[in-house]
């Protein structure tokens, strides 16, 4: 069973640059989830869909878009990438409040 | 705001101990708690997901409590092994208001078990 996949696992970008990180769930899950884990500070919240076609900005939601494109996929965009943002992202999913959630092998981002 | 903070920060034992990982969080309107493993450069895998209504969960030599009035969780190891040491990540689902749906992690407990 795949799970949730993240597509790329690894990725270089230069500052300013744009790029799409893709998550795709096979589960049949309502809801979807992207972090951002950095050391020292845990996982954050960039952005939440609780359903297709709802979207919700999370703690850090600041240079980041999000688009649910079917109930399988959230893709999240950096449309002008920083330093800031090198981290590790993580995708993840859940069918709803009661239920546990899956994530996916996370992306492993440096902007330089 | 949900905060979720995990005590201690790192710990570091000798094989065959039975050991006790600790979480507290700030507001008792959650869905759940779940207790998550991340090894190194690896994603999160899900241990142990304990429902606001239940007092424990167990799974193998895992154990996890919720005291939902209190805020706490515990996470129990019995006869520790070194294929245990990971970081261990509670989160929990909110309930109401602006955190409905939505997943609190606390920052980790990263556990070393020596043989």
């Known amino acids: 069973n795949a799970g949730v996949t993240q597509t790329p696992k690894f990725q270089v970008l230069k500052t300013g640059q744009s790029m799409t990180l893709q998550c795709a769930q096979d589960?049949?899950?309502?809801?979807m989830y992207w972090y951002r884990q950095d050391p020292g500070m845990g996982l954050r919240l960039i952005y939440y869909s609780a359903s297709e076609g709802t979207t919700d900005k999370g703690e850090v939601p600041n240079g980041y878009n999000v688009s649910r494109l079917n109930k399988r996929e959230f893709s999240l965009r950096l449309e002008s990438a920083a330093p800031s943002q090198t981290s590790v992202y993580f995708c993840a999913s859940s069918t709803g409040g009661r239920t546990e959630a899956f994530f996916g092998q996370g992306t492993r981002l440096t902007v330089v | 705001k949900q905060e979720v903070t995990q005590i201690p920060a790192a710990l570091s034992v000798p094989e065959g101990e039975n050991l006790v990982l600790n979480c507290s969080f700030t507001?008792?309107?959650?869905?759940?708690l779940q207790w998550f493993r991340q090894d190194p450069g690896k994603g999160l895998t899900s241990l142990l997901l304990?429902?606001?209504?239940?007092r424990e969960q167990t799974s193998g030599r895992l154990n996890a409590s919720l005291d939902k009035s209190s805020g706490r969780s515990t996470l129990y190891i019995a006869a520790s092994q070194p294929g245990d040491s990971a970081t261990y990540l509670c989160?929990?689902?909110?309930?109401?208001?602006?955190?409905?749906?939505?997943?609190?992690f606390g920052r980790g407990t990263q556990l070393t078990v020596w043989p």
């Open positions: 304990i429902q606001s209504s239940q």
């Open positions: 989160a929990v689902r909110g309930y109401r208001g602006s955190t409905l749906g939505r997943l609190y």
């Open positions: 589960m049949n899950h309502n809801s």
């Open positions: 507001d008792s309107a959650i869905y759940n």
